[in-house]
């Protein structure tokens, strides 16, 4: 297949899914089965595009004019290339978790969450294909649109209240900041198309453009900068895997990944150089980073603290392309892989307990671990890479954001970043310590009950009896005395977490892809 | 034939006008309606293809040339506007069978196709007429017969919103008759070319800075733009839906391109801006228009009533492009004009088929609606997005091309103001949304989708609004060229 | 001050025309808001009709000579304004008209035609 049409193939496959999904939502299994199917193959895909990247090609596509001078267009080059093969390998994963938690928990319409989880993967695989600008705004927007229904899916008073603080977040700083700056660029630049080295060098003083990347950094809401954040813990309203699938890989990586981009190929590393408002967003990032574990040190709710962490876990990111040199801008862009999988693992780890033992405050997870030991080891696992402790390939990206710092010159980030991680190995270790090594609270009788039907924050609506069957006891994979995930959870789990060890072991791939992008092969 | 199209594209409809008041019939009168409707689009089309080609029309009635007669002069502006004039009426003709079938007492309807066509007729007229008594005449027939629309709607306080718009819009256009007259005694011609070439030696005197004055009051009353607007939420809010969803996307319409003619072709853009300062009266009414009104149709909790005031903010987005006065923002402001009749027009139909399935538009009775009329909010949450302005939707594209007019000048707190008008369409359009698709269901009462023949209009003019956004070089391009020739001026 | 009575006809018109609007506005009922319109509405017509009265100007009807030939050099007084205040009379008279059923329509819905008791049975509706 000529690999324009590849590209499109790709994006499209996840929407030809979801609709599938509508088609077969009569039979639950062959439903599910269709979002597996799907995914696999689009995971493949990917793969063929990877393959046509490693040797230096550059697809593309352009679909079509939109207005005079701006076209819908896609390119694929290796920054894209990070974020797509994270969005489409984890999306079938998370399924597969999905289809256990979302059983066991006796959730309501399934299928309008299956049939708009495929098309919030279309709208990442959109914007990590994005040829230009205005493709990738496309995108990122129409990804704002297709992810509300997740988030609300619950459709209490809750809901809607945080949908609204999530639309109107994302909504404001797209619309408000990043679109503008958009429109500037194109006034300026006279294209919107990415290319190394940037589109911006030379068009004016860097006074204006300092003042277009604050717009650009703080428009782009999914990235989570403080004071823009609010909307992240607010989604966790939504389903666990809304939020392991959305708030730790599609939609904040969306953000962050935009960051990078915009970064590299709009302002190109140089630039940004001799841009005054770099550092100054490079501490803003660092204060996230800071106050985000910070916050998430005083959360007992566990994916309250998860999504604080992942706030300032993102801030990463933005301080790695902000840091304006080859080793933040590769340490940003493994990150991207690295927190990816070792933040899914924590909040699948979270929706089990949350499905098997009801538990959603840590303090009362004390002595969990021993009925559901594989959980928290995959939770332990999953903290080091957080926090950027071998074996787990965190480690690697922050290896080389601190690398970063110290070739910027900058001794204070670098030590922002050790305070994080410490911080980190006490918020989050916290978890599987006490789960393992402490003893259970007093009443902890509820906990093995088999039919928990949602507490009220997370959302108990009314039952219909067509869109859940009580297949027996699904809330849970009873073996021995063990009481862990459903079974299609644990397993989806186990593969996130060994996935974090093997990127320490084999982190060649993304860093070659990073290499290729500040090496500067085309476009 | 076709050497005469720009008089039958008049002629015919008035023609058929009376024919639908004397079939008697609902169901014939209609069919005489759909039959002007579609002339009319396929006379508009073919002239604004033909000026496409060859450029200006000029049309003698009646074969006396002008300036002693009247003419037709047709370009690019004017073909424009008649042909979403008469593509809103095709849309909406078929859709109004059934909403007004609903709505108005059956013995009525002939008297209310025979109004519509008028309505039409007077639309056609001011767009393509070349002189400017002509434009008065067809102004007061379009009004005359919305006046008489309105009036047919099923709430009583529509005969005070008609009353009063009748009042106002009378007003309005009696201001511009002055202006004419003032500006006829000074030149002695009423033909817009003419006027166009003997108004820059007369205009030290001062009646003529007067005559352009009374002009822009009466024109900007009809255009309803913010602090002239009062007539506007009324009329639209207890017009029948049908009346509503066609006058929300035409007759606004034309008095933008009234202004753009009187301000660019007669006065001349140096006259205009440079020495009456036009844009220091526009921009800033604009720019209170888009904030004020956005913000008070957030609270309204009347659908329609909120519609409406969102429609005087996009004619404050409208005007504020013209008030630019530069090729970027004028090509906004035209197709504002477009894009916002597509939008509009969706969003009034999909309240049209609201109010035909349970009787009222006001908000809190359409809780869960999402579920029982799928289709319809459906429609309803998609042209939202298009005011929202959500890219690959025509809003998108008139706010690129408006924010670039305001950066091209460096106007940063005007392209802000743009983004927090889209921000408020937000918030009242999620309003909406939010009840339709959160809110419960009334149990006892079961509520059917809405019949065919109003969900396809409807949706014809949603796809339209995306359509036209995802390739929107097109309409781009005859805007440009018609906001040059405009700047151009006549030569 | 021979202009200023010379000019007579357009102190007429402005008296009419601030009478018409002032009635317009300020009156509440509603027919008196149409004679208010209508006011304004002949002030405009008369100031039509005196733009078209040129000075010596005769009426506009050519003038014949003793063989019906044309005669030359003769000033006429335009006929265009009043040609177009027909069409404006007639604007007018239709105007007046719908504007008078609508407050037939009016009373027979409300019970009356004040514009005040109007708004206060809407409001408590």
Known sequence: MDSGLLILFTVLLPVVGAFLVLALRFNENVREAATLITGGVTFYHVLGLLHLVREGERPSLTLLEVVPGVDLAFEVEPLGMVFALVASFLWPVTSLYAIGYMRGHHEENQTRFFFFFAIAIAGALGVAFAGNLFTLFVFYEFLTFCTFPLVTHHQTEEAKRSGRIYLGILLTTSVGLQLVAIIWTWVLAGTLDFRTGGILAGTTSTAVLGAILVLYVYGVGKA??????????????????????????????????????????????????????????????????????????????????????????????????????????????????????????????????????????????????????????????????????????????????????????????????????????????????????????????????????????????????????????????????????????????????????????WPDLWQELMTMVVGGGAP | MSENLPALLIVVPLMLAPVAA?????????????????????????????????????????????????????????????????????????????????????????????????????????????????????????????????????????????????????????????????????????????????????????????????????????????????????????????????????????????????????????FSFERMQLDMVLMPLALVAILAMSLVAIYQANVKRLLAFSSVAQIGYMVLGISFGSVLGVTAGILHLFNHALMKGALFMAMGCVMYRIGSVRIEKMAGLGKAMPWTMAAFVLAGLSLIG?????????????????????????????????????????????????????????????????????????????????????????????AESLLRGLP | MSDALGHFNYWAVVVLMMVGFYTLIARGNLVKKLIGLNIFQTSVIMMYVSFGKITGGTAPILVEGDHGEAVEHVVYSNPIPHVLMLTAIVVGVATLALGLSLVVRIKEAYGTIDEDEITAKDNAQ
């Open chain 1, 224 to 505: 989570a900068v403080m004071p823009f954040h609010r909307w992240l813990p607010a989604a966790m309203v939504a389903p666990t895997p809304v939020s392991a699938l959305l708030h730790a890989v599609a939609v904040v990586k969306a953000g962050v990944f935009t960051v990078l981009k915009v970064a590299v190929y709009v302002f190109g590393i140089d630039l940004l150089q001799t841009l005054a408002t770099t550092s100054w967003l490079a501490w803003a990032a660092a204060a996230t980073i800071i106050l985000g574990s910070l916050v998430a040190f005083s959360k007992d709710n566990l994916k309250a603290r998860l999504a604080y962490s992942t706030i300032s876990q993102l801030s990463y990111i933005v301080l790695g392309a902000m840091l304006a040199n080859e080793l933040g801008i590769i340490g940003g862009g493994m990150h991207i892989a690295m927190h990816a999988f070792g933040k899914i693992t924590l909040f699948f780890a979270a929706g089990a307990i949350m499905v098997a033992a009801h538990e959603k405050e840590i303090s009362r997870m004390h002595g969990l671990g021993r009925t559901m030991p594989i959980t928290f080891g995959a939770f332990f696992v999953g903290s080091l890479s957080i926090i950027g402790l071998p074996p787990a390939g965190g480690a690697w990206s922050k290896w080389f954001l601190g690398m970063g710092t110290l070739e910027a010159g900058q001794f204070g980030l670098l030590a922002v970043l050790m305070l994080s991680s410490l911080l980190g190995l006490y918020y989050l270790l916290e978890v599987p310590v006490k789960a393992f090594f402490f003893p259970p609270p007093a009443d902890d009788g509820h906990r093995h009950d088999d039919h928990g039907h949602g507490e009220e924050d997370y959302g108990g609506s009314t039952h219909a009896a067509d869109d859940h069957a009580h297949h027996g006891d699904e809330s849970a994979f009873v073996i021995g005395g063990l009481r862990e995930a459903p079974l299609p959870s644990l397993i989806a789990i186990c593969v996130t977490a060994t996935a974090t060890v093997v990127l320490f072991f």
């Open chain 2, 22 to 270: 004397l079939v008697g019939r609902a169901g014939a009168s209609w069919a005489v309606a759909t039959a002007a409707c579609w002339w009319a689009l396929y006379a508009s089309l073919a002239l604004l293809l033909r000026v496409w080609d060859e450029g200006v029309i000029r049309y003698a009635l009646g074969g006396w040339p002008a300036p002693y007669g009247i003419e037709y002069r047709i370009d690019l502006a004017s073909a424009f506007v008649a042909l979403i004039v008469a593509v809103i009426g095709a849309i909406a003709i078929p859709y109004a069978r059934t909403s007004i079938a609903r709505e108005v007492a059956e013995d009525r309807a002939p008297l209310f196709y025979t109004a519509f066509i008028l309505s039409l007729t007077g639309l056609l007229g001011i767009s393509i007429t070349g002189d400017v008594f002509n434009v008065f005449v067809f102004l007061e027939i379009s009004s005359l017969s919305a006046y008489s629309m309105i009036a047919l709607g099923q709430d009583r306080r529509a005969l005070t919103a008609a009353y009063q718009y009748l009042i106002m819009g009378s007003t309005g256009a009696t201001f511009i008759v002055i202006g004419i007259g003032l500006m006829y005694v000074m030149t002695g011609t009423l033909n817009m070319v003419d006027l166009a070439e003997r108004l820059p030696q007369v205009a030290d005197n001062r009646t003529i800075p007067v005559a352009f004055t009374f002009l822009t009051v009466g024109i900007t009353l009809k255009l309803a733009l913010f602090p002239l607007h009062l007539w506007l939420p009324n009329a639209y809010t207890f017009a029948p839906s049908a009346v509503t969803a066609f006058m929300a996307s035409t007759a606004t319409k034309v008095s933008v391109y009234l202004l753009l003619r009187f301000f660019f072709t007669i006065f001349g853009f140096q």
């Open chain 2, 390 to 482: 959500v890219p690959l939707t025509v809003g998108f594209v008139s706010k690129w091309y408006l924010v670039q007019a305001a950066l091209e000048r460096d106007q940063w707190a005007v392209a802000g103001v743009v983004m927090v008008g889209s921000l408020m369409a937000l918030v009242y359009i999620w309003k909406v949304v939010e009840v339709a698709y959160f809110g419960e269901l009334d149990p006892d009462h079961e509520i059917q989708e809405a019949p065919l023949s109003l969900l396809v209009p409807t949706w014809v003019l949603v796809i339209a609004s995306f359509w036209f956004g995802i390739d929107a070089t097109g309409t781009a391009e005859v805007a440009t060229a018609a």
